[in-house]
């Protein structure tokens, strides 16, 4: 969708450093994604509770890992 609006040359170009963008347009599609995606988070943590730690991506997959493993074996 194209849109025009006017942004803040400052805010612009801290964001295209912080995400490393070539492009003014990847700069604002990287910085609404990322927005977006922090919401969401808030928005789940909300209905979760709180959380002492949250796993990482890596963890995730060697929790799913082990109980494929345990899973395997018990089929035995």
């Avoid at 194209?2 to 347009?25: C, G, S, V, Y």
């Avoid at 995730?60 to 018990?74: A, I």
């Amino acid at each position: 969708m194209k849109t025009t609006i006017d942004i803040p040359e400052k805010e612009l170009k801290a964001a295209m450093r912080f995400t490393k963008a070539k492009t003014k347009r990847e700069a604002v599609n990287v910085a609404l994604a990322e927005f977006n995606r922090r919401r969401r988070v808030e928005e789940l943590t909300k209905h979760l509770g709180t959380f002492t730690s949250i796993m990482t991506n890596e963890e995730m997959e060697e929790e799913q890992m082990r109980h494929q493993k345990e899973r395997l074996r018990g089929s035995r």
